[in-house]
């Protein structure tokens, strides 16, 4: 589609109705949060022959939205909310309701017109809303067996002991769905036999990795590094020449692959352990030499996903 055909609305989502701005319309209608609302919404972009619809992410509030409106035809992009503010900012808009935040998402659009592809799976985006919710329970889990360590009435620690076998029934519903929907989804369990097949990554790594990145294999080593989180930025001006320091990037993946990278670091995988030992012998900190690990690790994946292979001895040549 030419550049000039594309035409943008913006949409501030929140729990109980979303606001809708067209930059070129004085008119900005509002629209609840229900099965109408939904319909309407629709009508009106196709009224105004709208092609893109951009939207931040709002907590989960805009998932059921972006939904219809894919369904209706038209491409979705969700955006994070911390680049449309501080847009709004650069362009001096210092105000912030609902509509403005419309009218800056919309604005926002236009100006990005060339941003990446969110291609739509809703098989992705279940076993995602699984995975997240499986780190959820454990973190929760985790909270109630440091609390269970110091000493508390019988009866606090009963609660405690009784909520916890409960969390673990739980979770491993949560793994055998997760399982389920990668066995019943040949793409996704294919990406994570791969991923699984690298030494000190198991099933659960492997999961999260295909849940939250669906880009590796289909963008640069330096987008796949920076979408994860672990891409050094520069910091210099003029001659001062400042430290490189990770920025952004999406933290529940990279925390949930974090300490499987320490131990393929330390213990389990020859070629980042290799890695890992060169770089503390260079005087690199353990924790920025983990974190480099980290960027090779995903560098490796990225390439044997775009060559659909598995992990071999020579795979350390990828990167």
């Known amino acids: 589609m030419a550049q000039a055909d594309i035409v943008v609305a913006g949409i501030d989502v929140a729990k109980n109705k979303v606001d809708s701005c067209m930059r070129t319309l004085a008119v900005r209608p509002s629209f609840p949060s229900t ?50 503010r501080n847009f709004a900012l650069s362009a001096g808009r210092l105000a912030k309701n609902d509509k403005i935040d419309a009218e800056m998402i919309a604005w926002f659009g236009e100006t990005f017109k060339e941003g990446p592809s969110q291609t739509y799976d809703a098989d992705r985006e279940e076993l995602q809303a699984l995975v997240k919710g499986r780190l959820g329970l454990i973190d929760l889990r985790t909270c109630l067996q440091l609390q269970s ?26 793994d055998a769905a997760i399982s389920a929907k990668l066995k019943s989804t040949p793409d996704l369990a294919e ?45 210099d001006s003029g001659k001062r ?39 503390i012998a260079r005087g690199k900190a353990p924790k920025v030499a983990i974190i480099a690990c980290m960027r090779k690790l995903i560098v490796i994946l990225n390439t044997m996903l775009a060559r659909r292979q598995k992990w071999h001895p020579g795979c350390h040549v990828l990167s």
């Open 149 to 174: 360590e110091h000493a508390a009435p019988g009866l606090v620690q009963k609660s405690r002991a009784f909520i916890l076998k409960g969390l673990d029934k739980e979770i491993a519903k949560l």
């Open 35 to 84: 099965v109408e609302g939904r319909r309407q919404l629709v009508a009106w972009l196709r009224k105004h022959k709208v092609t893109k619809v951009v939207m931040e992410a709002s907590g989960g509030y805009e998932r059921e939205w972006a939904k219809e409106l894919r369904r209706a035809g038209f491409e979705v992009w969700i955006v994070d909310p911390k680049r449309v």
């Open 241 to 279: 020449r400042g430290e490189r320091h990770v920025k952004a990037g999406r933290r529940w993946v990279r925390n949930a692959i974090y300490m499987p990278c320490v131990g393929a670091a330390t213990l389990n995988n020859p070629v980042l352990k290799a890695y890992y030992r060169n770089l």
């Open 191 to 235: 990406r994570a036999e791969i991923i699984a097949s690298v030494p000190g990554l198991g099933e659960i790594s492997a999961t999260s990795l295909v849940a939250g990145m669906p880009e590796l294999g289909q963008v640069s080593d330096k987008v796949a590094a920076a979408l994860i989180g672990v891409a050094p930025y520069d910091d």
